[in-house]
């Protein structure tokens, strides 16, 4: 699986964005994505994640209630909308995925990564 982030820029505070991951070449049938941040001088952090059929959502508490995983099985593709932006999100964001059905917000259990895109948020 060749997993494509894109989506990120510059925001003002209080601004949005919306990114959006490809999946190409998955296999199988049950899976799921995680989004994570890195920011300057820090180790990535989980920031969401979801189920291959949204029977799990998980939110990073830094962003409960601003941001919102979701997915497209038709497009294998999966979204980041971000609301209400802080200058504290802006970081390189990466989308992951791993071949079961178990949530993880540890780095090391997702073998697939997307390559990054950046998000910076001006106060």
């Known amino acids: 699986v060749q997993l494509q982030a894109s989506g990120g820029g510059l925001a003002q505070a209080g601004g949005s964005l919306r990114l959006s991951c490809v999946a190409n070449?998955?296999?199988?049938?049950?899976?799921?994505m995680a989004w994570f941040r890195q920011a300057p001088g820090k180790e990535r952090e989980f920031v969401t994640g979801?189920?291959?059929?949204?029977?799990?959502?998980e939110y990073a508490e830094s962003v409960k209630g601003r941001f919102t995983i979701s997915r497209d099985h038709a497009k294998n593709t999966g979204y980041l909308q971000m609301n209400s932006l802080k200058p504290e999100d802006t970081a390189v964001y990466y989308c992951?995925?791993?071949?079961?059905?178990?949530?993880?917000?540890?780095?090391?259990?997702?073998?697939?990564w997307g390559q990054g895109t950046k998000v910076t948020v001006s106060s």
């Open positions: 992951a995925e791993r071949g079961t059905m178990s949530l993880s917000r540890r780095v090391s259990d997702y073998d697939r």
């Open positions: 979801i189920q291959w059929n949204g029977g799990v959502i």
């Open positions: 070449g998955r296999t199988f049938s049950t899976w799921t």
